[in-house]
């Protein structure tokens, strides 16, 4: 008897210590240990609210143009009710007819571009992905995911998946009012689009965040890692859709965006980690360098290029991790229609250093550059930084940190000094 109590508490000793780590980082990722009554706030020096950005999940920074852009569902209640990317499916006979975004990162105005050619009644837009040839800066073709729902799906086929997700292509003339839709994208292998990756006009990556839609499977996804899903490689001719599986070993990969020289950034969601990849440029696989860690989802990475390192001779340039914090709540805070219910927002920023190889040096610590309650800034999904010029700024080296929520009723930029706070 002795001798199994021993040998019991031996094993349920290794079991703990086998354990803990894992389980307080799965604990501290979903937000219990993070309660909202002590929640912390950090801004920057000055908070501006960017009006008519009402549910925009993703962002971009089209350098050029010196232009943001982004997609947004445009009305709370809708984004509420339908939106898969959330695994909400309540509502799908109320779809969003969003629309795409140009922001002015100078003068914080935004422009709703009027959508030519594009007769659909749904447009719930998730993540976009931007592409300008080197030759011609002024044509951006933007890849917008967009989850329209099932026509297929009724009470007499409820075998038919809720959701015909699929990726539009537009093109915009720079400084223009519209963009002209090109095309839908369908294929069997875009599921369940989350995130995309333009390579040129006619190949992206995308990202299926889960193989299930919805329900208790979902969620014992979104915990497990278990890798059910995948990364897929997708290229279009004048008639032809043709994808490949590119990578299906990240369980929950999510975010897609670009690091320097090539370098793709993946964001793990509820592993919390980002992952640096390559393409390889025979078989259209990727290929995974190595990761970071941060204590939270991530969701849409960015990577800040910083274009003032000559003026003092530093290099701010480096990744923004954003995250919902709690986690625990999101699926039923998600879906207040009045879009009250709190989602608190976290974003990281690691330096450039964490995308080399491991084992080079330099400092690759995470930071904590934002952090609200859900109150300024409800539920962060992308955070990109646009530096503001030092000379125009008496010699400050300071940028704009612009964040968006996917069910945030605006998007904020928040003023950010540099040397303090990346
Ligand atoms: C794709 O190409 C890379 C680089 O040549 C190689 O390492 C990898 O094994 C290939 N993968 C497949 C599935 O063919």
Request: glycine share 8%; net charge negative; with cysteine.
């Amino acid at each position: 008897m002795a001798v199994f109590l021993y040998l019991t508490t031996i094993v349920v000793g290794i079991l703990s210590a086998l354990l803990y780590t894992p389980l307080k980082r799965q604990a501290t990722i979903i937000g219990l240990l993070r309660p909202l009554n002590s929640w912390e706030n950090i801004h920057g020096i000055e908070n501006r609210v960017i009006r008519d950005t009402v549910a925009c999940e993703d962002l971009h920074y089209h350098e050029p143009s010196d232009m943001l852009y982004s997609a947004c569902m445009g009305d709370m209640e809708k984004a509420a009710g339908w939106f898969p990317g959330s695994g909400t499916l309540d509502h799908p006979e109320n779809p969003s007819l969003g629309t795409l975004v140009v922001i002015d990162p100078k003068t914080m105005k935004t422009k709703k571009l009027s959508l030519e050619n594009f007769p659909a009644t749904a447009f719930v837009t998730h993540g976009i992905s931007i592409y300008s040839h080197p030759s011609d800066h002024n044509t951006v073709f933007i890849f917008a995911v967009n989850h329209h729902p099932n026509p297929l799906q009724t009470s007499a086929s409820p075998e038919q998946p809720k959701a015909a997700s699929r990726i539009e292509l537009f093109t915009h003339a720079v400084g223009s009012d519209t963009a002209t839709h090109l095309r839908s994208i369908s294929h069997p292998l875009i599921r369940t689009p989350n995130d995309l990756l333009a390579l040129s006009e006619k190949e992206f990556l995308v990202t299926n965040c889960h193989h299930y839609r919805d329900g208790l499977m979902r969620l014992v996804e979104d915990i497990s890692h278990i890798p059910w899903t995948d990364l897929v490689h997708v290229s279009i001719d004048d008639h032809d859709v043709t994808a490949t599986v590119s990578l299906n070993s990240i369980g929950t990969n999510n975010g897609l965006g670009w690091g320097p020289n090539g370098q793709i950034l993946i964001g793990d969601a509820t592993g919390g980690n980002l992952y640096f990849a390559g393409l390889e440029a025979e078989n259209k696989t990727v290929s995974i360098s190595h990761h970071v860690p941060v204590d939270s989802v991530v969701d849409n990475p960015s990577f800040f290029s910083d274009p003032y390192s000559q003026f003092d001779g530093k290099d701010y340039s480096g990744y923004l991790l954003p995250g919902i914090g709690r986690p625990i709540d999101f699926g039923t805070n998600y879906k207040d229609p009045t879009g009250q219910a709190p989602i608190p927002s976290i974003v990281w920023y690691v330096p450039v250093n964490a995308g080399r190889k491991e084992g080079e040096g330099g400092d690759k610590q995470a930071r904590l550059v934002f952090s609200d309650d859900g109150s300024s800034l409800r539920g962060v999904t992308t955070a990109v930084i646009v530096a503001i010029d030092p000379a125009t700024n008496d010699g400050k080296r300071e940028g704009w940190l612009f964040l968006t929520g996917v069910v945030a009723p605006n998007m904020l930029a928040t003023k950010i000094d540099f040397a303090t706070t990346l």
